[in-house]
């Protein structure tokens, strides 16, 4: 039996399972397709009644009938936002190619970003409440943020470090980069990691009444954007130490070579005027990685299609790279095909940046057809593009200034 506690301290990590739900593709397979494709999985909602919001659609997940996936005793209490998450678990570790029998589970990690979680799940034991039915209090069980961490650590017996991570709509690349930090150190030779996210009628009130939501469909970059659209999904990561994953002969899609989290201090939903948080952020993770501004060719943007937002980060971007280095420099939004996926955000859009380093090709930015000439860099309007990346960065710049940024490269064969 090969035993996890026999640990690997390569102090490299790689990236040797993915598996993703979202509206633009149900598995990696369709997700890879519709991301470079440049499908838009933005559309009507039809999980609760949105008559009474600004806007009517998102990235719902759609395809798919999930509850019936899930009628087991183990997931009968299973909110919409732990079934997505169980699903692209399944899918990680599946392919992976991890035999975990032969494993010391004590020794597998689980590290998850928590979102609006089992908000649904309460919404609707509050509709059945107040219309007098006799409800189960089970319902309630999966409200809190750290019930899909429960549920894939418990369906897959991970024994090993548990963590639910929550810096908002940056809580899934959080929880990334401590994955990472205990595979480097040798703590656990495996973590999964990652973030999943229902939609919910509290996530579409909150945003509504900031006003910031696009009632067709967001346009990151675009003059003409007017907001956010929301979205939901999961994204689910299996990482190892590349030593390990090197010797058994698994498949690695990528290297996770650093990461860097910090806080703007500034704002509850305002990030800070002069990029800085940003901007150190980035600087932070590549001094961390081992890479020159230099070496960077794509960037998997924030790009949430908020004015302010999209500004800063344009602004960031010079800040770290310069004006010459950052017009040289392939970037996109993810958010414009599957919306802002809050606490799964930062895994979905780590698993974009893993695709496109992995097949060599820049997805697009769709919607965006009248640049904002305040956000002058290359952002690949509308279409994918061919384009050697070797090394890229995602970031996340969540409410509350909370910043993560991951670097990522290419392995060669």
């Known amino acids: 039996m090969n035993h996890i506690d026999e640990k690997c301290t390569s102090g490299r990590v790689a990236i040797t399972g993915l598996g993703i739900i979202t509206s633009i593709g149900e598995s990696v397979s369709e997700f890879r397709q519709g991301l470079f494709a440049g499908q838009c999985g933005i559309g009507p909602v039809s999980l609760f009644d949105t008559s009474g919001f600004l806007c009517q659609k998102a990235g719902q997940v759609k395809n798919r009938d999930i509850e019936s996936l899930f009628e087991t005793r183990e997931t009968r209490r299973a909110s919409r936002c732990d079934m997505l998450g169980l699903i692209a678990a399944g899918e990680a570790l599946e392919d992976s190619g991890l035999d975990l029998t032969k494993y010391d589970r004590n020794n597998i990690g689980i590290v998850m970003g928590g979102g609006a979680g089992g908000m649904l799940s309460w919404e609707k034991y509050r509709r059945a409440s107040w219309s007098g039915k006799n409800i189960s209090p089970s319902l309630l069980l999966p ?3 750290c019930s899909v961490t429960d549920f894939i650590a418990n369906r897959y017996q991970l024994a090993g470090h548990r963590a639910t991570i929550s810096t908002a709509c940056s809580s899934s690349a959080t929880s990334i980069g401590y994955g990472f930090d205990l595979v480097r150190s040798g703590t656990h030779s495996v973590v999964v990691t ?3 996210e ?3 009628e509290l996530t579409f009130a909150g945003f509504s009444s900031l006003r910031q939501v696009d009632p067709e469909y967001c346009r990151p970059f675009d003059e003409n954007r007017r907001g956010l659209s929301l979205g939901e999904g999961a994204a689910i990561f299996v990482l190892e130490d590349f030593k390990q994953a090197r010797q058994r002969g698994a498949k690695i899609y990528a290297e996770l070579l650093g990461y860097a989290i910090n806080s703007d201090a500034y704002h509850m939903t305002s990030p800070h005027p002069k990029a800085t948080g940003m901007i150190n952020v980035m600087a ?6 081992g890479v020159g501004v230099d070496g960077v060719d794509y960037i998997n943007t924030h790009g949430t299609g908020t004015k302010i937002n999209d500004r800063t980060e344009t602004k960031a971007v010079k800040g770290v790279f310069g004006n010459k280095l950052a017009g040289n ?7 414009s095909m599957v919306g802002h996926c809050l606490g ?4 979905i859009e780590t698993a974009a940046t893993v695709l496109a380093i992995e097949d060599q090709i820049v997805p697009p930015t769709i919607h965006l057809d009248t640049p904002d000439k305040k956000c002058d860099l290359d952002y690949t309007p509308n ?3 061919q384009r050697a990346i070797r090394v890229a960065l995602c970031n996340s710049f969540a409410f509350g200034g909370n910043n993560t940024c991951l670097v ?3 392995v060669d064969a």
Request: positive net charge.
């Open 143 to 145: 409200v809190s943020q």
């Open 194 to 196: 990652g973030g999943s």
């Open 198 to 200: 229902a939609l919910s």
């Open 284 to 289: 932070a993770a590549l001094e961390r990685a």
């Open 329 to 335: 420099l392939s970037l996109s939004s993810v958010k």
């Open 344 to 347: 799964a955000s930062g895994a």
């Open 383 to 385: 279409r994918s593009r």
């Open 408 to 410: 990522l490269a290419k």
